[in-house]
């Protein structure tokens, strides 16, 4: 059911060798055609503005990343072609035997790896088991899986068979944290792991990212670490009381991304034109004392942001709110070029910006520059 293989599969100058490396994947029939059927693929790895981290060892914790500079916000730390893209659920052809017929299959595509690279593969945590170090090591890859989303794919698999796992050399080594500076997207037209920061980080500063759910309460995600074999001393997990507070109130003002209450403020007179604004500020202030800027709910309420400051026909607060929207959502979308980082680090929203991230991957909620026509509708109908 499942075909090995390895992408990119011919290098740009027929050399032999990709200058970004290549990858070892386990896919199922289909998917390969369609990755290399994008204009232009492999487009080429982005890079970071300058050198930002190292490996170093850790006190009873194996090894992680530091950064080795001041690192801005949605900067790119770093980016590198996964050692090996695999399924993230397996559907064996003998499920009595499915562990074994899947660390066989895993054996074979790592087998296909340079012996550097299998070196590297085999050092990460998770062995003996070879597919227990993907597992323990892998990244959803949703970029990859927004570009497997058409309707002819999806009538031979599923979602759950088409969701697929990416191991890094250098990214698997970030450690996790409940309270992450940095997230990682898996950019399908380059075929890259990013590593993004997500808040501003210090020099010598450990990288951190989150390997589950941020938004659940404590218990429920100890739980969901449970496989990694560790127990997170973030801040939220040692005043898991305090954490958990600040969660189930950041909850209580999900209200606000209906859209029957922006509309009724907007039609409304009778309501104070900070009616909407206040709280989404307090709930966003709350949200970065819990470093959850990588979370969608963040996103959605930095979009319901731009509504509000549209509708106010606020034109400074609108730019400088798209600005934020806009950085907020490359760890979902992918930094591409070094000029779009250096905006993004500058931080201020300008039409090339904006025209930039209208070629990016759409995500659902999204409402994205001065040219979208939820904001050409919206725009001064409070004013």
Same mark, same amino acid.
């Given at each position: 059911m499942y075909e090995i293989c390895t992408i990119p599969d011919t290098p740009p100058d027929f050399s032999g060798v990709h200058p970004d490396g290549v990858t070892q994947c386990i896919?199922?029939?289909?998917? *390969?055609?369609?990755? +290399? &059927?994008?204009?232009?693929?492999?487009?080429?790895? #982005?890079?970071?503005?300058?050198?930002?981290? $190292?490996?170093? &060892?850790?006190?009873?914790?194996? +090894?992680?990343?530091?950064?080795? $500079?001041?690192?801005k916000s949605h900067e790119l730390i770093h980016s590198e072609r996964p050692l090996l893209v695999s399924p993230a659920k397996y559907t064996p052809?003998?499920?009595? $035997?499915?562990?074994e017929e899947w660390d066989k299959m895993t054996a074979r595509a790592v087998m296909h790896m340079t012996q550097a690279d299998q070196e590297d593969f085999s050092a990460l945590n998770g062995g003996p088991s070879l597919r227990g170090i993907a597992e323990n090591n892998g990244f959803d890859a949703q970029g990859i899986l927004a570009l497997l989303s058409r309707?002819?794919?999806?009538? $031979?698999? =599923?979602?759950?068979?088409?969701s697929l796992l990416a191991t890094g050399k250098l990214i698997s080594r970030a450690n996790h944290s409940c309270q992450p500076n940095a997230a990682v997207y898996v950019d399908a037209s380059t075929f890259a792991l990013q590593l993004i920061a997500t808040r501003d980080i210090a020099a010598d500063e450990q990288i951190t990212v989150p390997y589950c759910d941020l938004m659940p309460l404590h218990a429920e995600r100890k739980k969901k670490l449970e496989p990694y074999g560790f127990t997170c001393t973030c801040p939220s997990c040692t005043d898991p009381a305090l954490s958990d507070e600040r969660r189930r109130v950041i909850g209580s003002y999900e209200y606000l991304l209906a859209d029957d209450i922006f509309k009724k403020w907007v039609k409304d007179p009778a309501l104070p034109d900070d009616h909407l604004e206040v709280p989404l500020l307090v709930v966003l202030a709350l949200m970065r004392e819990e470093s959850l800027q990588d979370t969608l709910n963040y996103m959605r309420f930095v979009e319901k942001l731009v509504d509000v400051y549209a509708a106010l026909g606020n034109q400074k607060k609108f730019k400088e709110c798209v600005g934020w929207n806009i950085a907020v959502r490359m760890s *979902?979308?992918?930094?591409?070029?070094?000029?779009?980082?250096? =905006?993004?680090?500058?931080?201020?929203?300008?039409? #090339?910006?904006?025209?930039?991230?209208?070629?990016?991957?759409k995500l659902p909620t999204c409402n994205i520059g001065t040219n979208n026509p939820s904001h050409a509708g919206n725009w001064g109908s409070r004013a």
């Open positions: 896919l199922l029939p289909g998917m *390969k055609e369609i990755i +290399l &059927s994008q204009s232009g693929f492999p487009n080429p790895v #982005a890079h970071p503005l300058a050198p930002a981290h $190292r490996i170093a &060892s850790m006190p009873g914790a194996g +090894l992680g990343m530091f950064a080795t $500079r001041q690192i052809q003998d499920r009595d $035997r499915a562990q309707p002819e794919f999806f009538l $031979r698999y =599923t979602p759950e068979q088409c *979902k979308v992918g930094i591409m070029h070094t000029e779009a980082q250096q =905006t993004l680090v500058n931080r201020d929203a300008n039409p #090339a910006q904006i025209a930039y991230m209208q070629t990016r991957p």
